[in-house]
């Protein structure tokens, strides 16, 4: 009885496969290398993760998919935005672990990889591309694109991914159809930019008191804020900023994720906030990602090129900075006034983003 349990578990978790995947080229060299199992059993981990993290962004990509998203969506997608959050979290981590290798063993068993590098991971490309980095975003390797040297279906699998929208795309276009924000009487940018425009104001009726340098420095700083307000609350400004790569997204979905932040209390914003949140986790966790591989590649082969054909630190300290997808969320906390100078939103709209059995009650 204890052997047919323990075998119906081998065959549901396929262990003859997975268990048998573990081939040594320094072993089958005659030359083995003790450190060589860790670092094949680490590569394996990840791209079992990076399965899971694909698997989670079908259900996610499935269900933004079409233009109305059902509210009952929410629930799953958080959920599984924050398990990619968690699955990240623990990659980074990890690393702790192949850090353990000496750099010496890594050069005993090195020259078995020959051009095998995780610059050939088709998952890890997937992942980024479905996120939402573009083709024309990445920093350029020597040898021309990413995909160049990638097996004939792994770059099929990549070039036909490219066809649709990414995350980042739905999400903008989610953005943009938030509602409460454009309304007759209420428009949320006229609102905020008048709050931002009365607190400058003041700031320059302090200056009253400063002269000479002081005062055109920091006429100077009120004007400049001026400006940077006027990039998210002016169309033009806008369409300039998106031209020269200072912002990505939409206006439509910067303001509204910038009045999905500061209003995040009301009931029906905080799923949206919290999605937010999640989504600027990812990003963060991925750029840490690329940050601790860096350093661990620095540690196991110096400054010098590598087995993929990148000029390796180097290069990999470049993606940190220039392969961020969500930048624009985080930028967004640029535009933030303090909770007190914020405007109060209409009855009518705070009504309509409360829970309406609280709102019934509060009545009564
Ligand atoms: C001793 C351990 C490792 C070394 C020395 C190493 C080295 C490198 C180097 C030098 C690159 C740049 C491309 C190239 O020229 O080859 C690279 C890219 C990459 N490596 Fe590693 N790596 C190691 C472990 C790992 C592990 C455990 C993973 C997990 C899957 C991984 C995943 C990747 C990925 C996804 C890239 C592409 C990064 C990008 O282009 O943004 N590497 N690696």
Redesign the pocket.
């Known amino acids: 009885m204890a052997n047919k349990n323990w075998d119906q578990y081998h065959d549901y978790e396929g262990l003859d496969k997975l268990l048998t995947a573990q081939n040594l080229r320094s072993d089958k060299a005659g030359n083995p290398v003790h450190d060589e199992m860790l670092?094949i059993i680490?590569?394996q981990v990840?791209?079992l993760w990076?399965k899971q993290i694909l698997f989670e962004l079908d259900d996610i990509q499935e269900r933004f998919s079409s233009n109305v998203v059902d509210d009952r969506d929410m629930q799953p997608v958080l959920g599984y935005l924050n398990r990619i959050a968690k699955i990240l979290h623990n990659?980074v981590s990890m690393?702790d672990i192949?850090e353990t290798?000496p750099p010496q063993a890594?050069v005993d068993f090195?020259q078995y990889l020959g051009t095998a590098?995780?610059?050939q991971?088709w998952q890890?490309?997937l992942v980024?591309m479905r996120l939402g980095l573009r083709r024309e975003d990445?920093?350029s390797?020597f040898h021309g694109e990413?995909d160049d040297e990638l097996r004939a279906e792994s770059k099929k699998t990549i070039k036909d991914a490219e066809k649709y929208p990414s995350l980042f795309d739905q999400i903008d276009g989610w953005l943009s159809r938030t509602p409460f924000i454009d309304n007759q009487d209420y428009k949320f940018w006229e609102e905020y930019r008048n709050a931002i425009h009365n607190i400058l104001d003041e700031r320059i009726k302090e200056t009253q008191s400063l002269s000479g340098d002081a005062l055109e420095k920091e006429l100077k700083t009120i004007e400049k804020t001026r400006q940077k307000f006027s990039g998210i609350f002016d169309k033009e400004k806008h369409a300039e900023a998106q031209e020269n790569g200072t912002w990505r997204m939409s206006l439509k979905a910067l303001q509204a994720a910038l009045f999905i932040t500061v209003y995040s209390k009301e009931p029906i914003l905080q799923g949206p906030n919290q999605l937010l949140k999640l989504i600027t986790d990812i990003d963060s966790l991925l750029a840490r990602w690329?940050y601790r591989?860096a350093l661990?590649?620095q540690r196991?082969?110096g400054m010098?090129?590598?087995?993929?054909?990148?000029?390796?630190?180097d290069?990999?300290m470049r993606?940190v900075e220039n392969?961020r997808i969500f930048s624009d969320l985080f930028a967004l906390s640029n535009f933030l006034i303090p909770t007190q100078a914020l405007p109060a939103l209409p009855d009518e709209i705070s009504q309509k983003m409360s829970y309406n059995y609280s709102s019934e009650e509060k009545a009564a």
């Open positions: 670092f680490f590569h990840y791209e990076f990659l690393m192949l290798m890594f090195r590098s995780g610059f991971s890890f490309r980024e990445r920093v390797v990413f690329r591989h661990m590649v196991m082969v010098g090129a590598g087995s993929g054909g990148s000029s390796g630190y290069y990999l993606t392969h």
